[in-house]
């Protein structure tokens, strides 16, 4: 079972930039990987994802032109990319992975977790 560690997450004013990583303990390479967020008092919401073999990816609208989903295979990492951050995108920002088919983000179809990183914009 891999397992997957996200780091990067921190407190930052709109406008300003983050880039958070989810290292993965083998190749994510043959896997879906996506980045999910949770916000106090709401649901867990997909943010971008990146599809088996790095051939596709994803964005939710809320981010689309903000946030890039990329991965170093070399490293077995997933980055996600975030540029000109928002109070509203404030949240616990999680990796997922799942080697099932999807072609949606949502949170039941992904199998594998990592504990989560906090990211705090202020405005």
């Known amino acids: 079972q891999v397992q997957l560690v996200e780091s990067g997450g921190g407190s930052v004013q709109a406008g300003g930039s983050l880039t958070l990583s989810c290292a993965a303990s083998?190749?994510?390479?043959?896997?879906?990987v996506a980045w999910f967020r949770q916000a106090p008092g709401k649901e867990r919401e997909g943010v971008a994802c990146i599809y088996t073999g790095a051939r596709m990816t994803h964005y939710a609208d809320a981010v689309k032109g903000r946030f890039t989903i990329s991965q170093d295979s070399a490293k077995n990492t997933v980055y996600l990319h975030m540029n000109n951050l928002e109070p509203e995108d404030t949240a616990v920002y999680y990796c997922?992975?799942?080697?099932?088919?999807?072609?949606?983000?949502?949170?039941?179809?992904?199998?594998?977790w990592g504990q989560g990183t906090q990211v705090t914009v202020s405005s």
């Open positions: 083998r190749s994510t390479y043959t896997m879906n």
């Open positions: 997922a992975a799942t080697i099932k088919p999807i072609s949606v983000m949502i949170p039941t179809l992904f199998d594998i």
